[in-house]
């Protein structure tokens, strides 16, 4: 009889154990579809611009996934607490998890080059605090402008905006938080004469932007308005840390990251940060190598009357000066690298009024 119970207890044990292991390899196998059909979702987005809500994050816990790119690898979904991870998703795009997700088309045009990124964000308020200059409406505006529009009836995941004043959430579009078009109607007409006091709202469920000339202890994401190059730093609550921003991407992504802490101490405005400087850097210097490349030879095959070819040498030299050792961390590197983008934009521009990029010519 003893040998009996034993017997049993053995297989009821081995019964429990199976199960509860089964269970858990099926939530893996099903997160880990969730995460393939997000990264195909992704994909469909950048590359046909229709955007869409992506919804299956509601199933399960996502909030530890964020994306991760080194240069010498496929970039990777994360997941920091689950046995599911290291998802590859080749397709570039700025992440941060929700239950529900808007998934949008966003591009950085340099002219010569359009850089596409994918964005993938859950229902959130920006709330700016901003100083009384141009410069700072800018900032804002530049933010605003590459972040998604969310107000079409379809979208179950809203993007809005606000002010911050003091105690107060300022909801400046008839009591409710602004959609984007609503909000860079009232960017448009500047500052005049608005003055904002550091916020001290209850921002729960918001992400609170500050833009000032002299960050201190603000909550949030603190931006200093850019240098004449669009060069500027960030700083981000509970970080040490000083960002370099060169692009409105920089900022879009240390915006919707925030100041929320992972297991390890990292901020998500740090990781997701990082992985689109990882994803961008790489490709500006690949682009600029093969633009120049391209100039070089229509310069030598070009029409001598058009007046083209020096123009395409002027542009060749300029983009030569992109290195692929820039470091997106240093002041003076993204001083140098926006320096060179600006003036290749310009010369681009040249060809492209001198009629120079024509069909005609084979380009």
């Given at each position: 009889?003893?040998?009996g119970?034993?017997?049993?207890?053995?297989?009821?044990?081995?019964?429990?154990?199976?199960?509860g292991?089964y269970?858990?390899?099926?939530k893996?196998?099903q997160?880990?579809?969730?995460l393939?059909?997000?990264?195909h979702?992704?994909?469909?987005?950048?590359?046909?611009?229709?955007?869409?809500?992506?919804?299956?994050?509601?199933?399960?816990d996502?909030?530890?996934?964020?994306?991760?790119?080194?240069?010498?690898?496929?970039?990777?979904?994360?997941c920091?607490?689950?046995?599911?991870?290291?998802?590859?998703?080749?397709?570039?795009?700025?992440?941060?998890?929700?239950?529900?997700?808007?998934?949008?088309?966003?591009?950085?045009?340099?002219?010569w080059?359009?850089?596409?990124?994918?964005?993938?964000?859950?229902?959130?308020?920006?709330v700016?605090?901003?100083e009384?200059t141009?410069?700072?409406?800018?900032?804002?505006?530049?933010i605003?402008?590459?972040?998604p529009?969310?107000?079409?009836d379809?979208?179950?995941?809203k993007?809005?905006?606000a002010?911050?004043?003091g105690?107060?959430?300022?909801y400046v579009?008839?009591?409710?938080?602004?959609?984007?078009?609503?909000?860079?109607?009232?960017?448009?007409?500047?500052?005049?004469g608005a003055?904002?006091?550091?916020c001290?709202?209850?921002?729960?469920?918001?992400r609170?932007v500050t833009?000032?000339?002299?960050?201190?202890?603000?909550k949030?994401?603190?931006?200093?308005?850019?240098?004449?190059?669009?060069?500027?730093?960030?700083?981000v609550?509970?970080?040490?840390?000083?960002?370099?921003?060169?692009?409105?991407?920089?900022?879009?992504?240390?915006?919707?990251?925030?100041?929320?802490?992972?297991d390890f101490?990292?901020t998500?405005?740090?990781?997701?940060?990082?992985?689109?400087?990882s994803?961008?850097?790489?490709r500006?210097?690949?682009?600029?190598?093969?633009?120049?490349?391209?100039?070089?030879?229509?310069a030598?095959?070009?029409?001598e009357?058009?007046?083209?070819?020096?123009?395409?040498?002027e542009?060749s030299?300029?983009l030569?000066?992109?290195?692929?050792?820039?470091?997106?961390?240093?002041?003076?590197?993204?001083?140098n690298?926006?320096?060179?983008?600006?003036?290749?934009?310009?010369?681009?521009?040249r060809?492209?009024?001198?009629?120079?990029?024509?069909?005609?010519?084979g380009?």
């Amino acid at each position: 009889m003893i040998f009996g119970i034993i017997v049993s207890f053995t297989i009821l044990y081995f019964l429990i154990t199976y199960s509860g292991d089964y269970a858990g390899v099926q939530k893996d196998k099903q997160r880990a579809e969730i995460l393939v059909s997000f990264s195909h979702d992704v994909r469909s987005v950048y590359l046909t611009g229709i955007s869409t809500n992506f919804t299956y994050f509601s199933r399960y816990d996502f909030s530890s996934c964020f994306v991760n790119a080194t240069e010498k690898s496929i970039p990777e979904i994360i997941c920091l607490d689950s046995r599911v991870s290291r998802i590859p998703i080749e397709t570039p795009v700025i992440f941060k998890p929700g239950q529900q997700v808007y998934i949008g088309r966003d591009s950085l045009d340099y002219g010569w080059w359009i850089c596409g990124f994918a964005e993938a964000i859950p229902s959130t308020t920006f709330v700016f605090a901003p100083e009384n200059t141009d410069e700072a409406w800018e900032v804002m505006t530049n933010i605003v402008q590459h972040l998604p529009d969310t107000s079409d009836d379809w979208s179950v995941v809203k993007v809005t905006f606000a002010f911050c004043d003091g105690p107060q959430i300022l909801y400046v579009c008839g009591g409710r938080p602004c959609d984007k078009s609503d909000f860079l109607s009232i960017l448009s007409s500047g500052p005049l004469g608005a003055s904002f006091s550091p916020c001290t709202a209850d921002l729960k469920g918001k992400r609170l932007v500050t833009i000032s000339g002299s960050c201190g202890s603000e909550k949030g994401v603190c931006i200093n308005p850019p240098n004449s190059k669009g060069v500027g730093n960030a700083f981000v609550e509970g970080s040490g840390k000083t960002y370099v921003y060169k692009d409105p991407l920089d900022l879009v992504a240390l915006s919707v990251g925030g100041s929320e802490k992972d297991d390890f101490g990292r901020t998500e405005a740090e990781k997701i940060y990082g992985y689109k400087n990882s994803v961008l850097m790489p490709r500006i210097s690949l682009a600029a190598e093969v633009m120049s490349k391209r100039s070089v030879l229509i310069a030598g095959d070009i029409p001598e009357e058009t007046g083209c070819g020096a123009v395409y040498i002027e542009l060749s030299q300029v983009l030569d000066r992109i290195s692929p050792s820039m470091d997106y961390t240093s002041v003076s590197d993204m001083y140098n690298l926006n320096d060179n983008l600006n003036k290749a934009k310009e010369i681009y521009q040249r060809l492209v009024d001198l009629g120079c990029e024509r069909s005609e010519y084979g380009v």
